[in-house]
């Protein structure tokens, strides 16, 4: 029942909206293509320039270069742990904050910007004096720091998916069948966080497999501190790499949002975004 | 009044588990136990005070010790304000405007754009932009400084490209190398982060207003004029206040840019860690950071005070 809804006001109310206006619907039509033309040109160009100019010939020589192998797998050791103990720590609390201290929402939002403005460079100084001996000499430090830095999208896609589900009603739902709390978060919350903990995922492994500033301050060779070292004697191939890196993201990225929309479609319900949840197809302008 | 619908309901609820927990639900928010609900929260902010703000106040304490006696000292942050460190501060301060105000605007069209893209490709459009935004918010270092030095280096594709046209750039006082281009690079990673940060300030936008305006015959300017834009404003600050910091925090891009030939204050405090340092003066580092926690203190205090005031119409 709940479902048919906004499905059913969807169909009656756009089409009748667009036969009732006419000037206004195409003016703003130009500025976005307009926009969104100087964007494409910019993020495009410089990749596009990058590719050309290192080619992809030697791209096979970086998986037989000393040191790839061992940064790369050190990298991907620091992601996990990064993740793991990012899921730990931010689900309970934004699950947590929403349903009981929606007020606390704001602060959340504030503590969790906190990262982007604090230079990771004036971090990992500090760091560096207080952490006690074993864990600095550690490669964990990094990971545990990396929780940090990966705050703010973690924090933001989780809180995106919290707020395109009504966690209130689905929690009292499962009380009221008699589900505990563990039992309601492992069964009826997660499941319907899926995409934002697995777009929270790909971010953290995506900051934790380029970072550069703490690991090479923390002296600790991990893969684009690797790349960097490496570069200097074939910039073309590292650029490559890093270039591939990116767009293998990208791509992961885009591949669960278009299965979570896919998914939400065949239940009924709308558009799948990630870090904000999609405007109503209702009243659009 | 709560007390009554409790009654109301069937008698006898309490031995059915799944009611009583039902009703613990609901009364659980009580103001008595104001206290207890913070405990959710303890793990998460304990993270943050041990990884987060005891390497920053540990900072700010050795930026006035003598790094031999640990005694306390001002000469430090005394030799942090002069010379060629004020110098980076001034340029990291203009750099991190330049690199905030301009992705700022540029972010919020493009956020704007794709939110309110309707028909068909809409969504497609919306999950193309706000992925991209993810990845590249992320990106950074040598590898961005290369797709840069590849496309406006100064015999590069696309200063190539230009110059074909008549249009000698770096003639024209353009350089990769300097300030400018600098900022130029930084809003690579810029306009995808305010894209995904303002996301939400937009959401809070609703139709209706729009639809009330135009109702009572409010023209496009108009709307934003005295709805739309007074609403959005103190989201759209702080989130400019984000980019500066962002901007003032990035250190990986400007050093394989400029390898150090503009004096930024992150690439300086790079080189206290790096040890290059002159005796004595090993805690002049710390002393600069020191000056750049002033500073995003300052801009954080201007976050939360737009923070509040968008609050009153964004949920």
Redesign the interface.
């Known amino acids: 029942m709940a479902t048919l809804t906004p499905a059913a006001a969807g169909q009656v109310i756009s089409p009748d909206n667009s036969k009732k206006r006419r000037g206004p619907q195409d003016r703003p039509a130009i500025w976005r293509w307009v926009i969104l033309l100087i964007a494409g040109v910019y993020f495009v160009v410089p990749l596009y320039a990058a590719l050309r100019f290192a080619g992809l010939s030697g791209f096979k020589d970086v998986f037989t270069t000393p040191g790839f192998g061992s940064s790369l797998w050190l990298s991907i050791r620091l992601a996990a742990v990064t993740w793991i103990v990012s899921m730990l720590l931010m689900i309970p609390t934004t699950v947590y904050v929403h349903l009981r201290m929606p007020g606390l929402r704001r602060l959340l939002e504030g503590v969790t910007i906190l990262p982007i403005v604090i230079p990771p460079v004036v971090l990992i100084i500090g760091v560096l004096q207080v952490m006690p001996l074993a864990l600095r000499a550690s490669v964990w430090l990094l990971a545990l720091e990396y929780v940090i830095l990966a705050m703010p999208f973690a924090y933001r896609a989780l809180d995106a998916g919290l707020r395109a589900i009504d966690v209130k009603t689905l929690t009292e739902a499962a009380g009221s069948l008699g589900a505990g709390w563990l039992s309601t978060m492992w069964r009826v919350i997660l499941p319907n966080m899926r995409t934002a903990v697995t777009a929270a995922t790909i971010l953290i492994v995506a900051l934790v497999l380029g970072e550069f500033t703490m690991a090479s301050l923390d002296l600790k060779q991990t893969f684009p501190v690797w790349i960097v070292l490496f570069d200097q004697e074939n910039a073309q191939i590292s650029v490559a790499a890093s270039i591939f890196a990116l767009f293998v993201t990208w791509v992961f990225l885009m591949l669960i949002t278009v299965i979570a929309t896919r998914q939400s479609r065949r239940t009924g319900g709308g558009e799948v975004t990630l870090f904000t949840v999609a405007p109503q197809q209702t009243i659009g302008n | 009044m709560a007390d009554m619908t409790d009654v109301v309901t069937t008698p006898g609820s309490d031995t059915d ?3 009583r ?2 009703l ?3 009364n ?2 009580k103001p008595v136990r104001s206290l207890a ?2 405990a ?2 303890i ?2 902010l304990a ?2 005070a041990i ?2 703000i ?6 700010v304490i ?1 930026a006035f010790q003598n790094p031999q006696t640990n005694a306390f000292t001002w000469s430090n942050v005394n030799t942090a304000v002069h010379g060629s460190y004020l110098h980076g501060f001034q340029q990291s301060v203009i750099l991190s405007l330049i690199a905030s105000v301009i992705p700022g605007v ?1 972010g919020l ?2 956020a704007y ?6 028909g068909r490709g809409a ?1 497609s ?19 961005l400084a ?3 030095i ?3 280096g100064s015999s ?3 200063t190539g490209w230009l110059s074909d046209l008549g249009l000698n750039i770096y003639n024209l006082g353009f350089s990769l190398y300097d300030l400018s281009g600098v900022a130029l690079v930084y ?2 990673f810029q ?1 995808p ?1 305010m894209v ?2 303002i ?2 300030a ?2 809070g936008l609703r ?2 207003w ?2 009330a305006a135009e109702n009572m015959g409010a023209r ?1 300017w108009q709307y934003w004029r005295y709805v739309g834009g007074p609403v959005l404003l103190p989201s759209f600050m702080s989130c400019l ?2 980019l ?3 901007a ?5 891009t400007a050093e ?1 840019l400029t390898t150090g030939t503009i004096p930024l204050t ?1 690439i300086q ?2 080189t ?3 040890g290059n340092v002159l005796a004595g003066q090993e805690n002049v ?2 002393a600069l ?1 020191l000056g ?2 002033v500073i ?1 203190a300052i ?2 205090v201007f ?2 005070l737009f ?2 005031r968008a ?1 009153k119409w964004l949920r």
């Open positions: 588990p799944g009611v927990r039902f613990s639900l609901r659980a928010p609900r913070y959710g929260i793990p998460f993270y943050i990884f987060l005891v390497p920053v106040v540990a900072i050795g540029f069209l493009i754009a794709i939110f309110t893209a309707r969504a459009l919306r999950r193309v932009v706000i992925t991209a935004s993810g990845v590249f918010a992320n990106f950074g270092g040598v590898p290369f797709l840069f590849a496309s406006l590069a594709l696309v809003m690579y306009i982060l995904l940060i996301l939400p937009l959401e139709p209706a729009r639809e496009s206040i984000v500066f910091g962002s003032l925090a990035a250190y990986a394989a992150s405090i790079g206290f860690l790096n580092g710390k950071s750049m926690v995003i801009l954080m976050y939360v923070q509040r609050a």
